[in-house]
């Protein structure tokens, strides 16, 4: 049966006949839409991966450059800065299902509510809910909102 409110479900990149690691990570460098906080903890941890792999390359070009660290800080820079947007465009996804502003990644210890508080039920203003959980809408008649009165 289609959904009224919801023609094109490919709009919303909720769907929910596929296995959650193919929905997971769908558009990482994205800034809109909701994630869930598997997927902002297992960003953390292929952050951190990347960030050690070179940060311990680095470390061994300037041992073997003596004296010599340009090219190690340029691979530095050219590695950490999409690391650094992957993290910032995770973190406004993880806020937008929390119902607060990207911005709010920017606080400090926000990250440590952002990867332990749950999720908004349903729909709020950046999308439906990654989980599942509320997207469909109620529907109740006016004489089914209150108790009738004999």
Known sequence: MANIFFPDQNL????PHQPKLIRMFRSPFSFNGRIRR???????VIYAVVAIILQLTAVSMMA????????AILLLLVGWIPCIY??????????HDLG?????????????WMLFADSNHGMNEYGPNPKGIGNEPEFAFEDERQPHQY
């Open 12 to 15: 919303l990149f909720w769907r």
């Open 38 to 44: 598997t997927e902002y903890g297992l960003s953390l």
């Open 64 to 71: 073997d450059a003596a004296g010599s660290p340009g090219i």
């Open 86 to 95: 992957f993290m910032l465009a995770q973190g406004a996804k993880r806020c």
């Open 100 to 112: 607060r502003s990207g911005w709010f990644q920017m606080i400090p210890f926000y990250g440590l």
